[in-house]
């Protein structure tokens, strides 16, 4: 065995929002990666839209730097609950983790599962606290959730001897102990270099490594990324792929280490490196690259199965082609199985349909991630109602159970518990934290369907929740649905400031004046239970006759405009979202009322 002690592979993990990417900006600005005069953007490793837009990591990114002679390869991982996926992968490629912890709200539901997942694969961990600067911190509490934390997870005695490192990461500040004076991230460096072990492996035996990440490029196709295991790997040789027992040859193009945010050719790299690799156009995620004279395969990458599906099918609204430019079940077919050669997470099934597929992910921002990435490319595609993936054990019916957190002001607290209450939900503990009750529950899955937006109303924007995978368990019986009926367009036409006008005390409408509308489209919520054919493209009948209140100027209520999600948590079984490139539409499944109609007696009979 050899051990390459010139590079440390470690990642950063944490729950969503506590201050991942910032760190690693920190880290690439203060080891020199940027001159000191260029100006950089914030969390410059979220590189996509969605990413900037949201301020969520939601693929994991590579990049490198130096301290003292020593590469420091770092892998930013994505702390949402939904992108568990890539967390899983990329840990195989590392030795170490910084497992950041935010200063106030201590270790919270995904800090748990990242954690679970490291200790799992025996990686030895750092613990950053941050945001120290933050004037509410609660260190000495904090440090103690945290050992708590390890024990409950089953760390042995190595893993239990965790380095402590306090980092405010937005100023650039990192130190050994509070009582010590604030200094650069000179103490987290020296602390990475001395605690993560430096890969081990042979050096001379034949190639090993397994590809944990795969990007596409235009101009060179696919990008394999893993860890060279064992042996070496140059550019332009011809190598062994292994799959499932199954071999087949490819020739390796050309070789990339990271240095930075950039990726650099070399001739090759050693046992311990992580790499990019070109040229091999059949590579999929957990395949083996292997020495073609002495193939051995790894163990391919597991990751957890999906929780929930929804079916994407070819938009058939009167409205269909207008806004998109793929809109065929081949465009939208070719473009989900290329989704799940990349996103392990991600199932896609062909139904009895050929224009309708089911694709299964860990949640709803899982899916709703990639409707919303599809759109902006320019496909159009219509969505049905999120359904939970189900199992069958023992002739027994399984339902995924999740482990809930919800904040709020103690003034709403009988309001997220009566909402939980009806979803199925069990309380597991409560504590207080700064004014907040923190209460932790177990809940199926389908019970947090539309659950967000109710307790953002119910708690006045104050609540906050989070969620994590927890367990499947029996199917824990019926769970209300929506309580309120829709309002749908029973002609195609153009909406009127008077139409809406005459509409708005039955229920909160969702369209504005001029937009246009088809029959069977929804355009309100109706105030109770039952659905509603309605016009809101009436106009207004000119008279000769005048009065005086007739023609006071027409007040609207603004509606209510839905994000993707939204729709998504809105709709009921007959009903699905339409969405286009420029627009997002809810409308019933049957268009024409006549039939819906009939098909409701019939389902009722």
């Given at each position: 065995?050899g051990?390459?002690?010139?590079?440390?592979?470690?990642?950063?993990i944490a729950?969503?929002?506590?201050g991942k990417t910032t760190?690693?900006?920190?880290?690439?600005k203060q080891?020199?990666?940027?001159?000191d005069?260029?100006?950089?953007?914030?969390?410059?490793m979220?590189?996509?839209?969605?990413?900037?837009?949201?301020?969520?990591t939601i693929?994991?990114?590579?990049?490198a730097?130096?301290?003292?002679g020593?590469?420091?390869?770092?892998?930013?991982?994505p702390?949402?609950?939904?992108?568990?996926?890539?967390?899983?992968?990329?840990?195989?490629?590392v030795?170490g983790?910084?497992?950041?912890?935010?200063?106030?709200?201590?270790?919270?539901?995904?800090?748990?599962?990242?954690?679970?997942?490291?200790?799992?694969?025996?990686l030895?961990?750092?613990?950053?606290?941050?945001?120290?600067?933050?004037p509410e911190?609660r260190?000495?509490?904090?440090?103690d959730?945290?050992?708590?934390?390890?024990?409950e997870?089953d760390?042995d005695?190595?893993q239990l001897?965790?380095?402590?490192i306090?980092?405010a990461?937005?100023?650039g500040?990192?130190?050994k102990s509070?009582?010590?004076?604030?200094q650069?991230?000179k103490?987290?460096?020296?602390?990475?270099?001395?605690?993560?072990?430096a890969?081990?492996?042979?050096?001379?035996?034949?190639?090993?490594?397994?590809?944990?990440?795969?990007?596409a490029?235009?101009?060179?196709?696919?990008?394999?990324?893993?860890r060279?295991?064992?042996?070496?790997?140059k550019?332009g040789e011809?190598v062994?792929?292994?799959?499932?027992?199954e071999i087949?040859?490819?020739?390796?193009?050309k070789?990339f280490?990271y240095?930075?945010?950039?990726r650099?050719?070399?001739?090759e790299?050693?046992m311990?490196?992580i790499?990019?690799?070109?040229g091999l156009?059949?590579i999929s995620?957990?395949?083996?690259?292997?020495?073609?004279?002495?193939p051995?395969?790894?163990?391919?990458i597991k990751?957890?199965e999906p929780?929930?599906s929804?079916t994407?099918?070819v938009n058939?609204s009167p409205?269909a082609?207008?806004e998109?430019q793929?809109?065929?079940?081949?465009?939208?077919?070719?473009?989900?199985?290329?989704?799940a050669?990349?996103?392990?997470?991600l199932?896609?099934?062909?139904?009895?349909?050929?224009?309708?597929?089911?694709v299964?992910g860990?949640?709803e921002?899982?899916?709703?991630?990639?409707?919303?990435?599809?759109r902006?490319?320019?496909?159009?595609?219509?969505?049905?109602?999120p359904?939970?993936?189900y199992?069958?054990?023992?002739?027994q019916?399984?339902?995924?159970?999740?482990?809930?957190t919800?904040?709020?002001?103690?003034?709403?607290m009988?309001?997220?518990?009566?909402?939980?209450?009806?979803?199925?939900?069990?309380?597991v503990?409560?504590?207080?934290?700064?004014g907040y009750?923190?209460?932790n529950?177990?809940?199926?899955?389908?019970?947090?369907?539309?659950?967000r937006?109710e307790?953002?109303?119910?708690?006045?924007?104050?609540g906050?929740?989070?969620?994590?995978?927890?367990s499947?368990?029996?199917?824990k019986g019926?769970?209300?649905g929506r309580?309120?009926?829709?309002?749908?367009?029973?002609?195609?036409?153009t909406?009127?400031?008077?139409?809406?006008w005459?509409?708005?005390d039955?229920g909160?409408?969702?369209i504005?004046?001029?937009?246009?509308v088809y029959?069977?489209?929804?355009v309100?919520e109706n105030?109770?239970?039952?659905?509603?054919?309605?016009?809101?493209?009436k106009?207004?009948?000119?008279?000769?006759?005048?009065t005086?209140?007739?023609?006071?100027?027409?007040?609207?209520?603004?509606?209510?405009?839905?994000?993707?999600?939204?729709?998504l948590?809105y709709?009921n079984d007959?009903?699905l979202?339409?969405?286009?490139?420029?627009?997002?539409?809810?409308?019933?499944?049957?268009?024409?009322?006549?039939?819906?109609?009939r098909?409701?007696?019939?389902?009722r009979?």
């Open positions: 065995m051990i390459n002690s010139g590079i440390r592979n470690i990642a950063i729950h969503v929002d506590h760190l690693v900006d920190a880290l690439l080891s020199r990666v940027f001159r005069n260029e100006q950089v953007a914030e969390r410059v979220d590189s996509g839209d969605l990413e900037r837009e949201r301020g969520i693929l994991s990114k590579n990049t730097i130096f301290y003292n020593i590469k420091i390869n770092i892998v930013d991982t702390g949402h609950a939904d992108f568990g996926g890539e967390v899983e992968r990329v840990l195989n490629m030795d983790v910084l497992l950041v912890v935010d200063a106030f709200e201590g270790p919270m539901p995904q800090t748990k599962f990242v954690l679970r997942k490291a200790l799992e694969r025996k030895k961990p750092i613990v950053v606290i941050n945001k120290i600067d933050r911190i260190i000495d509490e904090v440090n959730e945290i050992l708590e934390l390890f024990m997870l760390a005695d190595e001897d965790f380095p402590v306090y980092t990461a937005k100023a500040i990192s130190k509070m009582d010590e004076e604030d650069d991230l103490p987290l460096l020296e602390t990475i270099v001395k605690e993560i072990p890969p081990e492996g042979e050096l001379d035996a034949p190639l090993q490594m397994v590809v944990t990440t795969l990007e490029d235009e101009y060179v196709g696919k990008i394999a990324i893993g060279v295991q064992r042996g070496k790997i550019g011809t062994a792929l292994m799959r499932d027992g087949s040859k490819g020739k390796v193009g070789v280490t240095d930075g945010l950039s650099v050719e070399v001739p790299a050693e311990g490196e790499v990019a690799l070109t156009a059949e995620i957990g395949d083996t690259i292997a020495d073609q004279e002495n051995e395969a790894l163990p391919g990751v957890d929780t929930l929804m994407f099918g058939t409205f082609g207008r998109g793929f809109v065929t079940s081949r465009h939208i077919r070719d473009r989900l199985f290329k989704e050669q990349t996103n392990v997470a199932r896609v099934e062909e139904t009895d349909s050929a224009d309708i597929f089911k299964s860990r949640g921002l899982h899916i709703s991630i990639l409707i919303e990435t599809m902006r490319e320019g496909y159009e595609m219509q969505i049905g109602k359904e939970v993936v199992k069958i054990v023992d002739g019916k399984l339902e995924p159970i999740e482990f809930l919800v904040e709020v002001p103690q003034d709403f009988g309001i997220a518990m009566e909402s939980l209450g009806r979803r199925k939900a069990e309380m503990d409560m504590t207080e934290v700064a009750m923190r209460i529950f177990l809940i199926p899955a389908r019970g947090l369907i539309g659950f937006s307790l953002l109303t119910g708690t006045k924007g104050n906050i929740m989070n969620h994590v995978f927890h499947y368990a029996p199917y019926d769970i209300p309580s309120r009926g829709s309002l749908v367009a029973f002609e195609e036409g909406t009127t400031g008077y139409g809406i005459n509409l708005q039955r909160t409408m969702f504005e004046p001029n937009q246009q029959e069977g489209m929804i309100g105030s109770r239970e039952m659905d509603i054919d309605i016009n809101p493209c106009q207004k009948h000119l008279t000769n006759t005048r005086s209140s007739a023609d006071e100027a027409i007040r609207l209520v603004p509606p209510r405009l839905m994000s993707l999600e939204q729709a948590e709709i007959d009903e979202v339409e969405v286009t490139p420029s627009s997002i539409r809810l409308r019933k499944v049957i268009l024409d009322r006549t039939v819906r109609g098909a409701a007696k019939n389902s009979k």
